[in-house]
């Protein structure tokens, strides 16, 4: 704003300006960012060349649609770099989490993400995309371009999380429909708290019912949830709890989330490029995935335990109740583990516990990490290698390439693109009240009654036939009346 314009001229370069001045600097320099908004598109497809040209096996798309003048409009944009993709595909557990977020000020649209998860359990870029609005065409030709590009023939393999998105919902029903496709717990808490806000109990029973890890629990969690309110059971009823309830996941992706928390976190990552024209806001995602990367092979590179800090601090808080329980050992890996009046079943062998955690999230549960305490057993051993220090390694091993500057693909000869227009915004659009019948006008009501403000203030009263409010006449007339009547 113009006030704090002012102050960081008054820092920086010790001059003092007037408010005025620093409004119509701000007026011109947003006059410029409009411009530089409409010019961006004009120089997409050059971009996308660049992209192609410095990272080789990377996917960089322009979508375009003619409009009446036979221009080509911009429609979408897509981009999958080499480097993320393969190694994705090669490192890092199947899953996928998908989601739309909406741009800023300049660029009206919305743009959809698909982000993975790395060994330290952090997010980890794979696609991004640019489009007019989140609609079911929008979700599918996003979700096409992913398929083909990550080569995902076999979806049974492969675990989507995402939102309450209807278009997104409708995409994946008709391109992956053998894929797992979990909803986010956090969306379904907010949609059901609509009908039920007064509920102080409706998070902790909705969590409750999605963080269990057995058939078991889960029956016993849902009943909590009838005691507890009827109504609310039953609208939760409606959201189907098999979807997004760890018991009912596949196995073997060891990924035990039931919210759609990473897409969020890359989200807010990526705030302020949101703010920017087209190509500036594109380039500034890919250099915050760069730094992303090299930052993190740092990370990696130092780490000295065998499985990764995620997975180092699951263990710790694990021991202090392992270290409690009371293990009987049976044959061929089996145990017999006893805590808090609790018994449960661990196979060291099939890496599995009665309590379910395991098997689900990859890493050793607390009655497991007690069985191997007393054996003498390495836990880090029976650790998922998705969680491995040398995947992580891997992972960051191998970085982006710089994107080199406008001034070599601003080229002539590719095809210029024009702005799309202002999209739809929600919601029913208003319609103006038409008159049928013109208004009759009373017999003592001005003509010149409906004039504007303005000039009713530069015409004075001169023109103007002021009426009396107690008989109706003109004000002259009734002046008139009553000079006469005073003369008799």
């Not at 969680?387 to 500057?405: A, C, D, H, K």
Request: hydrophobic share 35%; glycine share 6%.
């Amino acid at each position: 704003m113009p006030e704090e314009i002012q102050q960081i001229i008054k820092e920086k370069w010790k001059i003092v300006s007037t408010q005025n001045q620093c409004q119509r600097g701000r007026l011109l320099a947003l006059k410029w960012l409009e411009k530089e908004y409409e010019e961006q598109f004009a120089h997409l497809r050059g971009y996308a060349q660049e992209i192609m040209v410095t990272n080789p096996g990377s996917t960089a798309i322009v979508d375009t649609f003619k409009n009446k003048a036979g221009e080509d409009v911009f429609n979408g944009f897509y981009v999958c770099f080499g480097v993320l993709r393969d190694t994705w595909r090669g490192y890092c557990r199947p899953i996928i989490e998908l989601d739309g977020t909406f741009l800023k000020r300049a660029v009206k649209g919305v743009l959809l993400t698909a982000v993975g998860h790395d060994t330290n359990n952090q997010i980890y870029p794979i696609a991004w995309a640019v489009v007019q609005s989140e609609t079911t065409d929008s979700w599918l030709w996003f979700i096409k371009k992913i398929k083909h590009d990550l080569v995902l023939q076999d979806w049974n393999r492969f675990v989507i999380i995402s939102d309450r998105s209807k278009g997104l919902k409708s995409a994946m029903e008709s391109e992956l429909p053998n894929a797992e496709h979990r909803k986010c717990v956090k969306h379904i808490a907010e949609n059901v708290k609509k009908n039920h806000a007064k509920k102080d109990l409706l998070k902790p029973r909705i969590w409750d019912i999605a963080r269990s890890y057995t058939k078991s629990e889960f029956d016993y969690n849902v009943k909590k949830l009838q005691a507890y309110d009827l109504a609310l059971y039953n609208d939760v009823m409606k959201e189907l709890p098999k979807t997004w309830s760890r018991p009912f996941y596949k196995l073997r992706s060891c990924c035990e989330n039931v919210d759609n928390n990473a897409t969020e976190s890359f989200n807010s990552t990526i705030t302020k490029s949101r703010t920017k024209s087209m190509v500036p806001m594109l380039e500034m995602i890919r250099r915050q995935a760069m730094e992303r990367i090299a930052k993190r092979h740092i990370t990696s590179m130092k780490h000295e335990g065998v499985c990764s800090k995620y997975v180092a601090k699951l263990l710790a808080e694990e021991k202090k109740i392992a270290d409690e329980c009371v293990t009987t050992p049976a044959t061929r890996g089996v145990f017999e583990v006893s805590v808090d009046n609790d018994r449960h079943n661990v196979n060291t062998i099939r890496h599995t516990c009665s309590c379910g955690k395991w098997q689900i999230s990859g890493v050793p549960c607390e009655h497991a990490y007690g069985a191997m305490i007393d054996k003498g057993l390495k836990v880090d051993d029976y650790v998922s290698n998705f969680f491995s220090t040398m995947m992580w390694q891997y992972i960051y091993n191998t970085n982006l390439e710089p994107v080199r500057g406008p001034r070599v693909w601003m080229k002539s000869g590719l095809g210029l693109i024009v702005a799309p227009p202002e999209p739809d915004q929600p919601g029913r659009k208003k319609k103006k009240k038409q008159k049928k019948f013109p208004r009759i006008k009373s017999k003592f009501e001005s003509p010149k009654k409906k004039k504007k403000k303005r000039e009713a203030e530069k015409l004075g009263r001169a023109g103007r036939t002021v009426h009396c409010g107690s008989c109706g006449e003109a004000a002259i007339t009734h002046l008139v009346a009553k000079s006469i009547q005073r003369k008799r």
